[in-house]
């Protein structure tokens, strides 16, 4: 099994942190970086080769991966020269990729079975497979529903559901073929395109530990509770039977 890795942003978000370091190797519990975590677990998965998406200091994961030898991976590199967003990497590399990987974003901390997720991917028999996570918004305000000017109906600080993508994919090379290489585009482009050739793709709901570190908050958090959260992120897991 392959799995892509998009490492390439800037971290915007997550600064000053990320000045000097990407945020995939940001420190996790002192002694793990994010990207160690994720690449342990898609060892422990089944997984035998990643390709990492480099672009902001790039190097310095260059440094740290080197050829993931460490985690028993084969480890290979696409370094953007420009931007190129969460899907437009994957044109360049389309003929290196197997028929069907897993893409994921390399701020992702969860104890989600990535060889799972594939395996119903190519089960789907579609070209686009997400994870997905429920997540709940309580509203501050009290929400009116209003027509023609009038109140027809009043909610006190509701409590919104709603499935949130976790920055984790099922994906098939096929649904690589129409675009062309250098292009940048976003996960949100892909998915409306693919709603708009009439494909829907497939989803895999989740309910274990996830958590995007995009925020200080959530970095704060997660090196907070690492000590609880350490055995569900390294988890071993049996292999199945080839």
Known sequence: MHAVILAGGKGVRLRPYTTTLPKPLMPIGDHHAILEIVLNQLADCGFRSVTLAINHLGPLIRAFVGDGARWGLRVDY?????????????????????????????????????????????LSRCGLTVAIAERTHRVEFGVLDVESSRIVGFREKPSLRYQVSMGVYGMSRSTLAPYQPGRSFGFDQLVLDLLARGE???????????????????????????????????????????
Not at 104 to 116: R, S
């Open 78 to 122: 696409v370094e953007e020269d420009r931007p190129l967003s969460t899907v437009g990497p994957l044109f360049n590399i389309r003929d290196r990729l197997p028929e069907h990987f897993l893409v994921m974003n390399g701020d992702v901390l969860t104890d989600l079975d990535y060889g799972d997720l594939l395996h119903q991917h190519e």
């Open 200 to 242: 829907r793709p497939d989803t895999y709901p989740f309910t274990g530990f996830w958590l995007d570190i995009g925020r200080p908050e959530d970095y704060d958090q997660v090196n907070r509770s690492f000590a609880e959260l350490k055995p569900v992120l390294f988890r071993q897991r049996q292999e199945e039977p080839v």
